[in-house]
């Protein structure tokens, strides 16, 4: 089966699969037994247990390579919020940080007038939510390529449908459904209620409104140390951080 071309039946000859990727799309889970694939030549779709029933003969292995270990679909909101935390302060951080040069470009009045509205209530809520915007299409586009964002490529997340990358316009609604439903767009408080209100579903229920509008699913690796550090890193800055907006 070398090198022969199989495609995903939804997503036709765009969508290409080598044979030799076969084992780990089932492995990785990518792949069962109703997942429709066309065969070499073929133009119709058929499941793959009926036409592949050898890689479904054996269960998956028990233990597989971290990186390749996204099996847990069982909720993490703790992690989830960690990886949006740091998109949202990565888009921040380059937001300021372009910003300041636009500024010292202008002079250095300009400066100092930036960096004083910078660090006013004001102001920093117009740049946090600036931000905000800005991750919406950086994340979709990256959700649309890699499946992952920098937070949830560092926390072992992917969010997939079937088992595959989704395409860049259920990135983008998921990723806008999120600030509207799960963030309330920054605004005070209103962000706070917005997240206890995405918690407490994503607890009861394993799914948050926005994936499940979508059939989308969140995949976990299992955690590890480098896991637990940023975890330990990031959610008591994020605990500082409400409570200076708290003061």
Not at 13 to 41: F, M, S, W
Not at 87 to 107: E, I, P, R, T, Y
Request: aromatic share 6%; glycine share 8%.
């Amino acid at each position: 089966m070398t090198g022969a071309a199989w495609a995903f039946a939804e997503a036709g000859p765009a969508a290409p699969l080598d044979a030799d990727d076969l084992p780990r799309g089932v492995r990785e889970k990518r792949i069962g037994p109703d997942t429709l694939l066309v065969p070499p030549g073929g133009t119709a779709g058929s499941p793959a247990g009926e036409l592949l029933p050898a890689l479904f003969q054996r269960p998956p292995p028990d233990s597989l390579p971290a990186r390749l270990d996204f099996r847990d679909t069982s909720p993490h909101p703790w992690r989830r919020y960690a990886a949006r935390l740091l998109d949202f302060n990565l888009a921040a951080v380059c937001l300021l940080l372009l910003l300041l040069a636009v500024s010292v470009l202008l002079g250095p009045d300009r400066f100092a007038a930036l960096k004083a509205f910078a660090g006013t209530k004001a102001g920093g809520f117009l740049i946090g939510f600036a931000a905000l915007v800005l991750t919406i299409p950086l994340n979709a586009e990256l959700l649309a390529r890699f499946g992952a964002t920098p937070g949830k490529a560092v926390l072992g997340l992917r969010v997939l449908r079937d088992g595959r990358r989704i395409d860049r316009g259920t990135a983008l609604r998921r990723e806008l459904s999120v600030a509207l439903r799960g963030q309330a767009v920054g605004l005070p408080v209103l962000d706070g209620v917005a997240m206890a209100l995405a918690y407490r579903r994503l607890k009861k229920t394993g799914r948050t409104a926005w994936d499940e509008a979508q059939a989308l699913t969140v995949h976990h690796r299992p955690r590890d140390w480098a896991i637990a550090l940023w975890l330990a890193v990031i959610l008591p800055l994020a605990l500082l951080q409400i409570t200076a907006l708290l003061r």
